[in-house]
């Protein structure tokens, strides 16, 4: 039963988003209307996740409106809309019901067993391995994840069954909000530092998440994360029933023999000591490998069976935007990798070098966040350092002011390489000739980083095609604003 005063997704009405092509919004609109929920959403920008929502029978305007609001109860707006937008505006003047999209996404939780997985790394790679791990097992869960399923093309759904696994998200401590069963920490690093202040407050918000749990429920957090395990330990003396994953000798599920290549990843695994065999995954890189460790535990938890877990892993087919494969022109590939913090970025290079084997690895990337840029400019630089060639693009950074010397000529300078093997191309259209100078046979492309970044693959593609069919390329992909950082 419902408590007294507490909404669930069917209290909401009809629900408009604002801004609803995003992943975040649009996965939270598709949650609603497989649920029956009436919705409608404004963009400005064609986004691909829209044409679904409309199949879906949302209703979705290429315009921000006052007259869009009507018939609406319920405005959802996220932390990247101004208070002043004019929806917002026009949502209180007429007293309708306004809830971030954090307090929606808590009312559709409403009445399931919620697992909400959180880190500053692997929320949407963790989430979408346990939620495909729950459907095979036939527990028909309910999910919202940072990213498209690749198998499923969806990021999110209304189940049957009792478990809801969606993605927490920390950067602005709406993660807070929600009340898990069970509580993922995948990894505690120093980010988001607008908001808490140090890693320290950071910490302390991890605390206070896992703390929210069901006295029946659990925590599952990584034993070789330093940042993590500081934040078990305090929720051990809290009385939280914590369980640990990793390669540290005291993990409850300990990896060992972790192999990456090309094809994959693959390691063994042991619970309390217990072999439980060897678990893989079609795609590469070692903190993917972790990253489903934490599936497995959490589901060994829920009382899955070891075979089962391990069946789905192995046709777990990625997430879109994470080591998403766009398309080969000339024998160049092209990847899309969502990744913009350098710990993330660190892990993703070094699996794409893996890939690129005796080619090179091109790198264009869109800096997500003036502060993240600024603050870990250094580390950012290090990590794009793994590659051959790097093209910069301006900074990502919606409702951010960009002082003199920020952004991404001082970020183009600072990546130790020599500068013949850098550029920063501020301008969106230039970056295809840019990328098609650089390319040649044998190499990995991958654009990464900032949402926007995700469409500049397709342009990739044609420009690549272009000029395997001898166009002027010259002609058509003109630089007209890029300039050499140094």
């Known amino acids: 039963m419902i408590p007294a005063g507490v909404l669930a997704a069917e209290d909401l009405g009809h629900v408009h988003l604002i801004g609803v092509g995003g992943v975040g919004m649009s996965g939270l609109a598709r949650l609603l ?36 609001l009507e018939g609406v109860d319920t405005v959802v707006y ?6 002043d937008h004019l929806e917002l505006v026009e949502a209180r003047r007429r007293g309708l019901r306004i809830l971030h999209r954090s307090e929606a996404l808590a009312a559709a939780m409403t009445g ?26 036939g527990l028909s869960p309910s999910f919202v994840i940072g990213g498209e399923i690749s198998e499923v093309g969806s990021n999110a759904h209304h189940g049957s069954g009792e478990y809801f696994v969606a993605e927490a998200d920390e950067h602005d401590r709406t ?8 509580a993922i920490i995948t990894n505690v690093d120093a980010d988001h530092l607008n908001t808490y202040g140090d890693l320290a407050g950071l910490e302390d918000a991890f605390v206070e998440f896992g703390n929210l749990t069901d006295a029946d429920g659990f925590v599952v957090t990584c034993a070789d994360d330093p940042g993590v395990r500081k934040v078990a330990q305090r929720l051990r003396e809290a009385g939280r029933s914590v369980y640990t994953y990793g390669e540290a000798e005291d ?14 990843v693959r390691y063994l695994a042991a619970l309390n000591g217990e072999p439980l065999g060897e678990f893989t995954l079609p795609v ?47 024998g160049v590939r092209i990847y899309d990798e969502y990744a913009y913090h350098p710990t993330s970025m660190h892990a993703a290079l070094q699996t794409l070098r893996e890939v690129a084997g005796e080619g090179r690895l091109v ?41 003199p010397g920020e952004g991404g000529v001082a970020l183009t300078g600072a990546i130790p390489i020599p500068a013949e093997r850098k550029v920063f191309v501020p301008s969106w259209e230039d970056v295809p000739g840019e990328v098609v100078r650089r390319a040649r046979e044998g190499d990995v492309v991958v654009t990464m980083g900032a949402p926007p970044i995700s469409l500049m693959g397709e342009e990739l593609i044609e420009a690549l095609t272009r000029r395997m069919s001898g166009d002027d390329l010259d002609a058509t992909y003109a630089p007209r604003h890029s300039k050499n950082a140094d």
């Open 251 to 264: 993990a409850d599920l300990h990896l060992s023999e972790i192999h990456s290549n090309a094809s994959g």
């Open 175 to 182: 993660f807070l909000l929600y009340r898990p069963h069970v």
């Open 33 to 68: 209307l497989t649920r029956g929920v009436p919705v409608s959403g404004s963009e400005l920008r064609e986004w691909p996740s829209l044409a679904a929502l409309r199949a879906l029978g949302g209703t979705v305007y290429m315009s921000h409106e006052a007259s869009n």
């Open 112 to 137: 399931r067993r919620t697992i909400a997985i959180a880190g500053t790394h692997g929320k949407t790679t963790t989430t979408s391995m346990l939620t495909l791990v729950l459907q095979h097992a």
């Open 284 to 330: 590469p890189g070692r903190h993917l490998g972790l990253n489903s460790a934490a599936a497995v535990l959490t589901a060994l938890r829920l009382g899955l069976d070891p075979d089962v877990v391990a069946a789905a892993l192995a046709v777990h087919p990625g997430v879109r935007r994470r080591f998403e494969l766009k398309g080969i022109v000339g």
């Open 363 to 403: 790198v264009v990337f869109q800096p997500y966040r003036v502060y993240r840029t600024r603050d870990l400019q250094t580390e950012i630089a290090a990590a794009l350092a793994l590659a051959d060639e790097v093209v910069m693009m301006e900074v990502f950074g919606p409702g951010e002011v960009r002082e």
């Open 78 to 83: 996220s932390t990247a809309i101004p208070q």
